[in-house]
């Protein structure tokens, strides 16, 4: 008999933006992914609470994943930034810092949902257009002949990682790397469409920073013992499986199979394995991967065939290796191994690195695959170098698609807002009219816009200082607590990003009024470089995925929970 | 439904610090942690029981590794604590009380410079300055060994090359007889090494020495007694055991250039129940035989045995690793089954069959055997042993030429090796009711294979002892790895804190000098100064903590004797060898006294290179990350359960 259980009414919550709970849950979201921001932030463990691991980062791709909210509104948000964070890498905490800032700002300036929406849509036209603009005085164009630019960009997203602990020569090392690994993923010379290589990174902990090094090719963890067969210079023939070679039936899926008790289907497996084998060796097969499991029979059978067997190798691995040798993985044992699936590795060897062995495979001919070994201390550490590595090799691929940089160190962020803020106020009453509403109100929405710019620029500082700008490049810049109070113009030396020094203008303090100006661009001839670089296509899209994200939450009226 | 909670900054563990102090609980709470384990620093270890108040079962733990392994995690704090100490010890086994306790140490050096206001950022660059003048010190005060020179026996040493200050322990205790007409004391000996060339001698090859010949001529000797002698840190038993160990593995090894320690091919047996002092060290392997395997035994030995090896458990549904069983598969049969015997005795009597046509008598596993195969290969006199370290099968497939296999049915002719022998270690009837019976699996003489047989009356001290076993076999095999030792006692960390405060009047003496103007330059150089002291301060504690914990000194007292040693030291002349030990062997008040007579006779503790380095640095990086951490991220957290915590 069922029973009847009493359904609880869904619990409708008016106006969430405006509901105290909500509100602090928002407050408290942006103070989290503010403390991380930067090469300075703080970092943050990651652990459930049955004492699993514990994940020491800064990253917004490690934080954001273990964030679970009752409320359906910081969960939108968390996922948008997810979602960006999936297809771009960088600038997460831009992006939610940025998006929570406007929601909080709209707030606390009363504006009226439906007009903060509007305004802020005017507010990211013009940045966008701005920053695609030639004339961009914040946007730095990449130059491929020279890998200044590249190297800068490698840098500082190595050093906005402050978990991995880094010295000065560590972060050259591993920024040159990273160029380094990106410039040998792109084929020289192949017709047709251009397909990039791979890097594949390995990591080994117990070993310095300075120890990690590039090689070309696959390096691959072995988990027996190796024995050098003869060392002929010829080319090794080489299969490739994707399937489980270890005698489970993993072709059957979920269907089932009637038979015989007396039938031993292990044995049955095994004879078909040792069938695959024989083929292989008639083939004159000289290694065999495996992405799972090789039963020990069939490996005892091949190498006693002079055959070198490499298992478990993983998906990740696969398609490098498929590049590599040119062959098509094998994804059943049921047929005959046509040869157009074998491939060929140049040469085998074997590489220590602390207490890991590993196999080294050069391709035959070129291929653009890569292989990093990454070493650091501990393994916390290395976990976030990993991370570095990954977002640094993204992020430097998207300059193949728009060979831009932004001026990093939050001077990008402080120069729109000023230009945003002096754009505003002189179209103000045509803009107005056009979304109806007062010139008042939309220059309020403006000033949302431009703080909520300035709140990401200020979130850089973690150690009890203050941003502030120039009134002249309107460019960022940091003020120790040790130093405030004292002569501004003395000793403020370099803006964030570099490239503006100590110009005898007037500053203001980034959380206080000042009169609108226009940004002026800094003159060509500088010799000076910028030091601090964001990725440009990152950022345009985080800027876009922040305001709209703040856009849609600000759009939402009720929020109808079922409490089943 | 998951909910997440994130702690801000906020504890109520420690009221009486300061509204900003609340921000950095992690490192008061590393610190806290760290001083309830100072009790395990130094040579002198008290133990301490942890006691689970739900179960009423308790630990007895007498190291810091072990103590942190029995405590139940809390917070991301203690489980960091808990991945660094094991990552640590898997490699090393040795060092995780020095790791905590400068972990402690420096975590409140950082608690003070925050209390002056120096911020994160500086501190952490100040601090990695300060360990690499540690490290920098630590490598210039390392004693480097030639390992063509380690001489292997002690009493050939001893014998023969007593003149030649080789310093084993028979000579050692000569010297002691004589030391007032003897001039040359041991410790003599390590400062002649450092004062010679101005760095101790690093001969990487046989070419190398030759320019500087009359030099290294003096001390080219080292015995290995004398090294672990050295290392042994008042675990002088048990060390002695890891010499031998060590010794009987170099006299079958042929390739005798260079002296090492192979310690995966030592073994631990474990007797309880015999007294302490029946622990020794026995050529080959000795493994524990029970029940019917007795016959078994009694009906092979002194026999020539074939051995099979399988890497994996001898039993019938034992698969690989990775070996998935299909789920969907069903068994019919057309007739109603009549079968006498089970699957499983099918597959033993073909193995067992096939074992018998190969002639195994018998079979090394890592794995476990089932009850009815062990059953079928005693009465067929096969014996079987169980759980054995894969080393070891590999050690066995070298010496007898067989080749260990997954599966038994893999067994063929060419995996089977010849000319094992089982022997009686030793009949302990006497002792034991159970009926234990210790067998030696031998390979005719030329194994490298060494057991430790441990033994204790008391059970619960059993397992210490085997932690010190290993703790002493690592110490010595580190130290033949390393060819190096470093001073002891106290020594390499004064040395240490000589050059830290030497750097940091070096940036004080910079910030007054510099001109006014430069305001950002010089308060760097003040924090990095005040940092700097700040270390040499933590490593200052660990010193008087070692003398504390060894002797009847006060806190006061050792403090100033350590204060004394470095005003007098000279840090561009000396050296870490140049310090007295602070911390003697037997009288700890003889600390000051080095001139005495005494000081002959206590023997100069040395510690690990390569552990001391990693450890210290294990420790900063874990002071860093908890020091640059504001709070913590939990998953999954029931709502009532936290109640300092921030929900989303």
Known sequence: MSRVEKKAPSVCTDLPLNNAEVCAKLHLMKELLKSCYGPRGRLKHVRNNIGGRVTTSSASSVILPALYSSQPLLNLIKSSVLNHISRFSDCGLFAGVFCLSLLEQARRHELRESLAIKVNKHCLSLCTSYLQRDDCACRVK????????LMTLAGSIVSSKPACLLTEAEKLHISTMAVRAFLQTIPCSSPGPVTLGQTVTVTVRGLPVLDSAMFPGLLVEMHDDFNQTDSSSEPLRTVLFSTSLAGDLAELGDGTIEADPDLDTDLQILDQLLELGKQLVEDEVRLCVCQKVIHPVLQQ???????VVMERLGMALMEPLGMLSGTQPVATLHARIPSTAYGRVKNLSTKQFGNKTMLHLQPDGEAAVCTAVLCHRNETMLDEL???WRKTEDVLRLTLKEPSALLGGGCTETHLSAYVKHKGQQEASETAAGLRCSPAEFLLGVKVFCRSLDMVARSLEHDGGSSAMDLNHAHHWTVSADAAGEDMAGGLGLCGCGLVENSSTEWTFLNTEYAEFCPAPLLGDSCRKPTVLDSFTAKVNALQVAVETAN????????????? | MNLFFFFLRQDVMLKSVTAKEHQYVGLHKLSALARTLHSFIGPQKSYKFIQDDRSGESALTCSCFCTIQNLDPTCALDQLVRETLQEHEKIYHTGSGCLMFLAGAWSNAALHGLRQGISITQIISAMSEGIEICLDAIRKSAVFFNGNDVILSRRSTAAALSSRLSLSKKALSEASNMSSNLKATPAKVYQQV???????????????CETKSEMVSQFETYSVAHIAEALSHRCDNVMEMAVEAMQIQSRNNQDNSFVTFDITKVMTCVLFGLPEDCCCVVQGCIV??????VSVFHHLKTKHLKVALVNGD???????LGFKRP????HVRDQPGVSGSSREDEWVKKVVKLLLDLGVNLILITGVACKAMVQHCCRHQILVVEKLNFSVLRNFAQSTGSVPVTYASQLGHHCVGTGVQLALWRDLSCYDRKLLLPVSISTGGNTELVTAILTSSVQCKLESLEDRFWACAYRLHHALKDRALLPGAGRTEMFCICHLQKQAKYCREKQSDSVPTAAAGTATALHTSVMLELMAEGLMDYITTVMINSGKLSKVKARTIVSRQLQTFDVHKGNAAKFPQLVLRNEATAVSSVKTTECAQTVEVYDNLCVKQEAWRKALDLVFLVLQTDGEVVSGVDQKMETDAMML
């Open chain 2, 194 to 208: 450092q004062n010679g060339s101005g760095h101790r001698q690093i001969k990487l090859s046989r070419y190398f």
């Open chain 2, 327 to 330: 789920a969907g598969m069903q």
């Open chain 1, 386 to 388: 990993k991370v570095a």
């Open chain 1, 552 to 564: 849609l939450a600000l759009d939402v009226r009720y929020v109808i929970k079922d409490e089943n």
């Open chain 1, 142 to 149: 990449i130059d491929f002949s020279s890998s200044q630019n």
């Open chain 1, 301 to 307: 059978y091949l190498r006693s065939h002079g055959v």
């Open chain 2, 314 to 320: 001898l039993s019938h549904n034992y698969r690989h």
């Open chain 2, 288 to 293: 524990l035989l029970a029940d019917e395997k």
